[in-house]
């Protein structure tokens, strides 16, 4: 079994085109590219997250969304 493959610094810069910490997880979370945070500050992305199909793939968070209708 091979082990969790995980991007480089210079990939995820590649990926999201931002070279900084709030800039890489700015551009991660809106394209709802799942990550997480490193005690370091700076994001962690698994490649397979990358290549998981639509089906596999789980949102990264459910927004808030106001219900609509009865009062």
Not at 6 to 13: A, I, P
Not at 47 to 53: G, I, K, P
Request: with cysteine.
């Amino acid at each position: 079994m091979d082990g969790i493959q995980f991007l480089s610094h210079e990939e995820v810069c590649e990926l999201t085109g931002a070279r900084t910490k709030a800039g890489q997880i700015q551009v991660l979370s809106r394209n709802g590219i799942r990550h997480t945070i490193k005690r370091n500050g700076w994001p962690c992305v698994i490649s397979a997250s990358l290549l998981a199909s639509p089906k596999e793939r789980k949102p990264e968070k459910t927004e808030w969304q106001p219900r609509m209708g009865i009062q």
